[in-house]
């Protein structure tokens, strides 16, 4: 079970994604499958720095990688301030150019990508778990 | 990522090479500003030397299109997407904001 820590600045996205990315490549995932878990981390870890630490160099993240032969858990774990996922907004993808909002699309690319989005908020440590299955081929 | 521009006559080029995520996304920011402060608002983005795309590039990219469409002045167009970064602009609806030109020339001529 692979564990490496980083310091919680947007210089570790790039380190970030060499781990992932190697990670989603031992299970044999496909090439858009890999790019998929490496855009939805760099999202979690790029809300993480946001939002939860409030800036960079504020505290780390923990980052684990479980594989079995069909999925690739990853999870996610800071020390800053819990958040509640309900509260991100739903972006309006067709809404004309004028009236697109900035905000909610990191978050809404972890879900769409994703086979599973968690968060666990408790004793001060949250966590984020997000599972990639990989395709079955067609038989 | 590295980030090369070139003015032409009617438009400014704009080749973006590597990762545009949020360590990366302000300096993006900062050449698509240098150009719309000069007042040029015609831009041609080639993407075909990108390999990764978070929403952190995405909302550059967005701010610029309104930046530039305002008073009908210009508008920016994208070229030589690769079919990963195309999968990011489908998922985000991007597809019905931007031009997407398959290659560099054809931005351009765009103009």
């Given at each position: 079970?692979?564990?490496?820590?980083?310091?919680?600045?947007?210089?570790?996205?790039?380190?970030?994604?060499?781990?992932?990315?190697?990670?989603?490549?031992?299970?044999?995932?496909?090439?858009?499958?890999?790019?998929?878990?490496?855009?939805?981390?760099?999202?979690?870890?790029?809300?993480?720095?946001?939002?939860?630490?409030?800036?960079?160099?504020?505290?780390?993240?923990?980052?684990?990688?479980?594989?079995?032969?069909?999925?690739?858990?990853?999870?996610?774990?800071?020390?800053?301030?819990?958040?509640?996922?309900?509260?991100?907004?739903?972006?309006?993808?067709?809404?004309?150019?004028?009236?697109?909002?900035?905000?909610?699309?990191?978050?809404?690319?972890?879900?769409?990508?994703?086979?599973?989005?968690?968060?666990?908020?408790?004793?001060?440590?949250?966590?984020?778990?997000?599972?990639?299955?990989?395709?079955?081929?067609?038989? | 990522?590295?980030?090369?521009?070139?003015?032409?006559?009617?438009?400014?080029?704009?080749?973006?090479?590597?990762?545009?995520?949020?360590?990366?996304?302000?300096?993006?920011?900062?050449?698509?500003?240098?150009?719309?402060?000069?007042?040029?608002?015609?831009?041609a983005?080639d993407?075909?030397?990108?390999?990764?795309?978070?929403?952190?590039?995405?909302?550059?990219?967005?701010?610029?299109?309104?930046?530039?469409?305002?008073?009908?002045?210009?508008?920016?167009v994208l070229a030589?997407?690769?079919?990963?970064?195309?999968?990011?602009?489908?998922?985000?609806?991007?597809?019905?904001?931007?031009?997407?030109l398959?290659d560099v020339p054809s931005a351009v001529g765009s103009?």
């Open positions: 079970m692979p564990t490496q820590i980083f310091p919680g600045r947007y210089e570790s996205l790039e380190k970030i994604a060499v781990f992932i990315r190697s990670e989603a490549e031992l299970l044999g995932l496909s090439h858009s499958e890999v790019f998929a878990v490496e855009t939805a981390v760099d999202e979690a870890v790029s809300n993480i720095i946001e939002h939860a630490y409030k800036g960079e160099d504020v505290g780390e993240i923990k980052c684990t990688c479980t594989r079995t032969a069909e999925k690739l858990t990853i999870v996610l774990e800071d020390t800053g301030e819990p958040f509640d996922p309900a509260k991100i907004p739903i972006p309006d993808l067709n809404a004309p150019l004028k009236k697109r909002k900035d905000n909610g699309l990191g978050f809404f690319m972890m879900n769409q990508w994703m086979d599973e989005v968690r968060f666990e908020f408790c004793c001060g440590l949250n966590r984020l778990i997000m599972v990639k299955c990989k395709e079955k081929p067609i038989e | 990522m590295e980030i090369t521009t070139a003015q032409y006559k009617h438009c400014d080029m704009v080749k973006v090479t590597g990762r545009i995520d949020s360590a990366t996304a302000p300096k993006l920011a900062e050449a698509l500003g240098k150009i719309t402060d000069a007042g040029r608002f015609k831009i983005i993407l075909s030397g990108v390999q990764f795309l978070s929403s952190a590039g995405l909302r550059v990219l967005i701010s610029t299109q309104k930046n530039c469409k305002r008073y009908n002045r210009g508008e920016v030589a997407v690769p079919e990963t970064i195309k999968s990011v602009f489908d998922l985000a609806g991007f597809t019905s904001i931007f031009k997407i398959p103009f």
